[in-house]
């Protein structure tokens, strides 16, 4: 059971950027996904979150209209697509499994597996 | 949204001895329809991703020691860790999953070996 984030680099403000985190051992489709980022030094901010059946979709206001949360269930995928970079947005990004499709709040659900997480840094 | 607040920042504790961490949320995380507090505990190592800890509160999550413990309801929570070991040493966070969106964390408390 695993999360694997890729697609980090150096990108320069204002140029995009599609992260994926390859899910493992596990019913993908079954679960909510979020993406969490983590500056450098700093705390853990969540980003977005997607439900299972991928009918709901919610981000925070700081990423809101610049980054687009998906999953491509055939390939087990979560993707992250990140367009108009500031360097606001330079962070360790981890996807993190929610909460079962099955339970009455699956949005509503603690982290229970997290990936390595990928880097982004964006400056010129 | 909901403000997750830690205290201390920072914490240094003997081995052996007790480390006790607050987090208070700006809003009750409990929900009376099924009798569950909706927060969440991790531990973060230098490098590593966040490990879950604990969760509704004052679940243990499995393979997790049983020297971690959390408690509280409503606003006020509370992680302890009994019997300080030097692989404890990391910076644990707290997490609401209450109201959605947004998802809010503590600041973190990173905690040392004296």
């Known amino acids: 059971v695993q999360l694997v984030e890729s697609g980090g680099g150096v990108v320069q403000p204002g140029r995009s950027l599609r992260l994926s985190c390859a899910a493992s051992g596990f019913n993908f489709t079954n679960f909510t996904m979020h993406w969490v980022r983590q500056a450098p030094g700093k705390g853990l901010e969540w980003v977005a979150v997607?439900?299972?059946?991928?009918?709901?979709?919610y981000y925070a206001d700081s990423v809101r209209g610049r980054l687009t949360i998906s999953r491509e269930t055939p390939k087990n995928t979560l993707s992250l697509q990140m367009i108009g970079l500031r360097p606001a947005d330079t962070a360790v990004y981890y996807c993190a499994r929610g909460g079962p499709s099955s339970s009455d709040h699956p949005l509503a659900w603690y982290f229970d597996l997290w990936g390595r997480g990928t880097l982004v840094t964006v400056s010129s | 949204d909901i403000v997750m607040t830690q205290s201390p920042d920072s914490l240094t504790v003997s081995l052996g001895e007790r480390a006790t961490i607050s987090c208070k949320s700006s809003?009750?995380?409990?929900?009376?329809?099924?009798?569950?507090?909706?927060l969440a505990w991790y531990q973060q190592k230098p490098g590593q991703p966040p490990k879950l800890l604990i969760y509704w509160a004052s679940t243990r999550e499995a393979g997790v020691p049983d020297r971690f413990s959390g408690s509280g309801s409503g606003t006020d929570f509370t992680l302890t860790i009994n019997s300080l070991q030097a692989e404890d040493v990391a910076v644990y966070y707290c997490h609401q999953y209450f109201a959605i969106p947004p998802i809010t964390f503590g600041q973190g408390t990173r905690l040392e070996i004296k």
């Open positions: 809003r009750s995380l409990f929900y009376s329809s099924n009798n569950k507090n909706y």
């Open positions: 997607i439900s299972g059946d991928d009918k709901i979709k």
